[in-house]
């Protein structure tokens, strides 16, 4: 990434970029740009405010914030660094491809489809720009999942951004893609669930004809006909998937389930989800299976949908929720074999939530081996932490559906299904031979030291890989990124139907969890 300049300007060679160090002259032009120096001045007040607005942004970047550039992608996709942004010509859906020093770019592959994508159009980018509280950690210290902008500790003219993992004191170790400390599984609150989750397959974005690899399937528990239509062939939106009365009738207690099929991008046939980052093109990640999982679902459910229900599949077997919508009794957990109810508190919520009009929204994730879900937004019952049975590697990848969402009853529409995963935490570096800190061994943290890594995990250079040492010290805390305030993500502008100017989507213009 770079101050006025870079920040990550050491990164991993793929997705390098050596920018020159900070100087005065960069600071300048960029204070000049974002007062709007240079643009023809419309009216003598416009003129009269732009030395008053300079003289702000000195101030602000004296004493308050610092902007920055990313340029390369270690912490994509929540992060991007110089990129190219490319649309999918199967499903239109929309992502960025990292280039690294020398231009060049991987194969791209469509996350969402699958669809190899060599020969589509792609608009050159350049990486997010960033604002950075710079004397936010003089007040408090960093927290675990916090995004921080800090001096690289072997090369201490260059500024890195990272995500905190590993606290002062704390021994911490990688096992499974996953964080622990101190030989317990790091947890994540729902809004820190939020801040990391890598999109996995959007329903908004389906290609127009049926596939040769359909992502939803319907299957009812009981064998008979199920009342889902998965959305390759009913009439209307095609990322609507309607509930209707089957025609073997009511499926009485039993679960009726539409279950998602997920493609792997990378071998072009059904399988399960993997560390696949579409920031790094074809063939560049571990290949690990990611079993932490969230499902999305906006949602409207008619008063003959008595309960909800979803599961996640781990290589150590099912977890089941069971939602009841009418009062009856509140949520059941079932996971191997052992069986766990919710606070009495869900069931009124639950029932109030079913009878609102309209859409509504249900979140649910089980990352880090923690259950939390949300109606709209409110946590149904407090975090479920349920501890894996083993820390060994998973074994033979699973082909069975790794998430699906069910019903009991009949007439419910679902207008969008979004899947995602967990940033999953390496223990190698893409063509890296270089054994990794934290991994096989925990690392015990100093009083002053912090554990630091990337969510591109597959091509960071990070707290793993770092030759002398894996600590960021207190002292080189440069400040806490809060916001995207130029992003890097373009859409096009016509004027007078000429040639479009690509200019910055400020939709994208966002706060950093």
């Known amino acids: 990434m770079e101050q006025s300049g870079a920040v990550d300007s050491a990164e991993v060679p793929r997705l390098a970029t050596a920018l020159p160090p900070p100087g005065v002259e960069v600071r300048a032009s960029i204070a000049e740009a974002e007062a709007g120096i240079g643009r023809p001045a419309s009216s003598r007040p416009l003129v009269e405010s732009i030395p008053i607005l300079f003289i702000g942004m000195l101030l602000v970047r004296t004493f308050a914030a610092e902007a920055y550039i990313v340029p390369t992608g270690s912490m994509a996709p929540t992060l991007l660094g110089v990129h190219r942004d490319v649309r999918c010509t199967s499903c239109d859906f929309q992502f960025a491809l990292g280039v690294d020093e020398n231009g060049q770019a991987g194969q791209p592959l469509c996350p969402n489809c699958g669809a190899n994508l060599e020969h589509a159009p792609a608009a050159e980018r350049t990486g997010d720009r960033l604002l950075v509280q710079k004397f936010f950690f003089k007040w408090r210290a960093p927290r675990r999942w916090e995004v921080v902008v800090f001096l690289n500790p072997t090369e201490t003219d260059q500024a890195y951004v990272k995500r905190v993992v590993g606290l002062p004191g704390e021994a911490i170790e990688l096992i499974n893609g996953d964080v622990y400390v101190d030989g317990k599984i790091a947890r994540k609150t729902l809004a820190e669930v939020r801040g990391m989750r890598l999109l996995v397959h959007d329903s908004k974005y389906r290609p127009p004809a049926p596939t040769l690899f359909p992502r939803w399937r319907a299957r009812r528990e009981d064998g008979l006909v199920s009342g889902w239509d998965p959305g390759d062939s009913h009439e209307g939106s095609a990322s609507a998937f309607p509930h209707r009365p089957s ?203 912090y554990f630091v890594l990337g969510d591109n995990s597959p091509v960071s250079n990070d707290s793993r890989f770092w030759p002398e040492s894996p600590v960021v010290p207190g002292a080189m805390l440069l400040g806490k990124p809060f916001l995207v305030h130029l992003p890097s993500r373009g859409v096009p502008l016509r004027v007078f139907g000429g040639e479009p100017y690509w200019v910055p989507d400020l939709r994208e213009i966002r706060y950093i969890r």
């Open 247 to 449: 025609p073997d009738g009511p499926a009485g207690p039993a679960i009726d389930w539409l279950e998602y099929l997920h493609v792997d991008p990378d071998r072009g046939h059904y399988g399960p989800i993997r560390d696949f980052v579409a920031y790094n093109g074809a063939r560049l990640g571990s290949g690990r299976r990611v079993e932490d999982l969230m499902l999305e679902a906006d949602l409207e459910l008619s008063e003959g949908i008595e309960a909800l229900a979803l599961r996640f599949l781990s290589a150590s077997g099912p977890l089941v929720l069971a939602i009841p919508l009418r009062g009856q009794a509140p949520p059941s957990v079932e996971f191997l074999g052992r069986h766990y109810r919710t606070e009495d508190g869900a069931v009124a919520l639950a029932a109030s939530w079913a009878n609102r009009p309209g859409p509504r929204r249900l979140e649910a994730s089980f990352f880090d081996h923690r259950l939390i879900v949300a109606l709209d937004g409110e946590p149904l019952f407090e975090p479920l932490d349920l501890d894996p049975p083993s820390r060994t590697p998973p074994p033979t990848p699973l082909l069975e559906p790794p998430i699906a969402l069910g019903v009991v009853g009949q007439g419910a529409d679902v207008s969008r299904l979004r899947v995602y995963r967990d940033v999953y935490y390496t223990d190698g570096q893409s063509h890296s031979p270089v054994q990794p800190f934290a991994v096989g061994e925990p690392y015990r943290l100093g009083s002053d030291e």
